[in-house]
């Protein structure tokens, strides 16, 4: 599956690097894509910088968010 709302196909929204064989991605709710290793280091800048109560949204749109593991629950 790839991005609904970029160019880049199967390229990570963040570091625009394809993934290889076996590379953990993640979607938001917006659908944009992700190497797990970089949107965790993006929420961890934004919690470090606006505290750990920050709502963690998408790099690109700002619509999308990153689910937690309680709203996984659902």
Not at 9 to 21: L, P
Not at 29 to 36: E, I, V
Not at 45 to 66: M, N, Q, S, T, Y
């Amino acid at each position: 599956m790839s991005c609904p709302h970029s160019d880049d196909g199967d390229a990570c929204a963040i570091c625009k690097q394809e993934g290889d064989d076996g590379e953990e991605f993640m979607f938001l709710t917006c659908a944009h894509k992700f190497h797990k290793y970089c949107i965790d280091e993006y929420a961890a800048f934004l919690k470090e910088h606006e505290g750990e109560d920050a709502i963690i949204v998408c790099p690109i749109c700002k619509k999308g968010r990153i689910l937690s593991e309680a709203d996984d629950d659902m």
